[in-house]
């Protein structure tokens, strides 16, 4: 199965503040098909997730646009450019290029 | 608009069978796949299956000797069905859309 690992597992913000979060692949995600099926959730306490990011960068309806995905192959990033309330929670990156899908460990966004 | 929403039974003994049934409304069930999903109490999240569109499913390989995943279309539900339930199968267990639109979850206990 591929492995997703995200770094850091917990991450501490001040409101405003740019954060980055790593996911690495154990396994390129490069489909044949030419997609990379790799997406970005957020989970806040006591909700069920949200999908932010899909094939890698395509930020989500709805979704506001500090938020943003880059990355290729094995190596993905998830980018928030100015930390707001609302942002916190549990960070989880998923592949659905190669089964059985994966999600990542998770990263924790706490308020500094 | 889109809702999904997940019933059971919220107590399980262990060795017996888990049946879940997630009622969509405000789409078609042979327009989009739903996919499963859990998440033991604290941790993090699991792909479990998913049914297609035209009605075909995958399973994650950890599962699928356990796990089947049906639908009525005409009543607008999908159905999952999980046996040999042990401890470690106490999750929240949601559906959802293609990970767009997601169900509030269902809180499953298995009990020895």
């Known amino acids: 199965d591929v492995v997703l690992t995200q770094t850091p597992s917990i991450l501490s913000a001040t409101i405003g503040q740019s954060v980055s979060i790593s996911c690495r692949s154990s396994?390129?995600?490069?489909?044949?098909?030419?997609?990379?099926?790799l997406y970005w959730f957020l989970q806040r306490p006591g909700q069920s997730p949200q999908r932010l990011i899909y094939?890698?960068?395509n930020l989500g309806s709805g979704v506001p646009n500090r938020f943003s995905g880059s990355g290729s192959g094995t190596d993905f990033t998830l980018k928030i450019s100015g930390v707001e309330a609302e942002d916190l929670g549990v960070y989880y990156c998923?592949?659905?290029?190669?089964?059985?899908?994966?999600f990542g460990g998770g990263t924790k966004l706490e308020l500094k | 608009q889109v809702q999904l929403k997940e019933s059971g039974p919220v107590l399980v003994q262990a060795s017996e069978t888990l049946s879940l049934t997630c009622t969509v409304s405000?789409?078609?069930?042979?327009?989009?796949?739903v996919i499963w999903v859990r998440q033991p109490p604290g941790k993090g999240l699991e792909w479990m299956g998913i049914?297609?569109?035209?009605?075909?499913?995958d399973y994650n390989s950890a599962l699928k000797s356990r796990l089947s995943i049906n639908r009525d279309t005409s009543k607008s539900q999908v159905f999952l069905k999980m046996n040999s339930l042990q401890t470690d199968d106490t999750a929240i267990y949601y559906c959802?859309?293609?990970?767009?639109?997601w169900g509030q979850g269902v809180m499953v206990t298995v009990s020895s």
């Open positions: 998923m592949q659905a290029t190669h089964a059985p899908w994966t």
């Open positions: 959802t859309r293609e990970f767009v639109y």
């Open positions: 049914i297609w569109r035209n009605g075909n499913t």
């Open positions: 396994q390129s995600l490069l489909d044949s098909d030419g997609n990379t099926y």
């Open positions: 094939l890698v960068s």
């Open positions: 405000g789409f078609s069930l042979t327009n989009y796949g």
